[in-house]
């Protein structure tokens, strides 16, 4: 399926928008990271959270559950909300 | 993996006979600059920013290969990791597995590293180990040279030493701290480190177990000093040349430890009243165990932590911390509000010791005689986090 990258994690992916594989939002991220190794990790912590600055959007909708199930047809958009200076 | 792209490249140093020359490792809140100084140490070309928009904690050069430079950084949005370089800055490959803690088991919390605030290259006879501090507080290590990082189990999973690292609300602003990793230069087993706050702490079987080491220092006022929660080092030193002498700048205070004693003295109760022995960095001589240099903040009312009446000096011991002189020459005499934190003060190796600081207001300034006289060599930069030196040849 279609992944949107933000420009912080283009660093990564070399590319504004990617494809990855899973069933899940969890198995998405792994396959993520296994094409751009350390991706993950700069988004979900070592508790399996989503970083606070992070957001996730499955077909526009956003998403705070990695369990959340995948269709291949879905698009997934990663969205960096920071304010301040 | 991610690269950070760089916009100059420090030339290649080759050649034995070539008089070793100074560089400065700056690092800041928006990115990491590398600043090569001439022999003469007149002169500095910057080489950077390195990892523009990267919160950057502290960059450092292994001593023991003198090209290996680690980074601890994060950004605002992403989590923390090491870069590592192998070639001077020239080029930044991203740690495999940085420091994090381990997954909780279910139904435990677990800890989540915030960012990497601490890099100490590990003892001579180790080569590619490295330890980290971390906020909040943990320790990791490394054996491969930072590419891969584990937590030191016997400091981290140590329920009494959970239990002092509190949370946030006892923490520095930036969150709590690990920090003042030390490997005693004649033994790899024996470790120090520091915790704002928590305490400071020894390790006599690298890093298994540890000892508190906080006795003699003070707390604040109407706390009780036998909890090591409220202890604040902010940052303490072993001398090169004596390692069973340590320095300590202290939330309350200025202290000295002579090894195998226990008790802190607070040395710093010589200094003027009206300057006071509050601050973050202390630096110590690279040859001389009685000299060390302090940089004073405010730490009165509601403790502003800038130069105490906007005039900013370094004060020097030459005695072990039995007296201090001020050190203010060339710096601004008034209206010059300065922070200096915990990791950017630094001093050279060279024959007259040079002496550098960083402000929160981004300016680095030097001083080629030991702290007689000082002058800017950098401004502008974005508020620095940390300065270190390094020789290469």
Redesign the interface.
Known sequence: MKVHIPSPLVSYTQAREVDARGATLSEVLVDLDRQFPGFRFRVIDEQDNMRPHVRFFVNGEQVFDLARALAPSDEIQLVQALSGG | ????KQKTAPKKQSGSTKKEKVILLVATRKGAWIFHGDSARTRWRADGPHFLGHIVSHVVLDPRDGKTLLAAAK?????P?VFRSTDLGRTWK???R?P?????KEGE?????DHTFWLTPGHASEPATWYAGTSPQGLFRSVDGGVTWDSVSGFNDEPEHVKRMGGQQDGTPDGPKLHSVIVDPRDRNHLYLGMSSGGFHESRDRGATWTPLSQGMEVVGGFDPANLTFHDPHSVQICPSNPDRLYQQNHCGIYRLDRPGKTWTRVGKAMPKKVGDVGFPVVVHPRDADVAWVFPMDGTDVWPRTSPGGSPAAYVTRNGGKTWQRQDGGMPKSEAWWTVKRQAMAADACPKVGLYLGTTSGEVWASRNEGKAWAPIARHLPEIYAVETASIG
């Open positions: 993996m991610a690269r950070a950004t605002g949005h992403l989590g990791t991203e740690a495999a940085p994090a803690f381990p997954k909780a919390k677990g800890r989540v590293v």
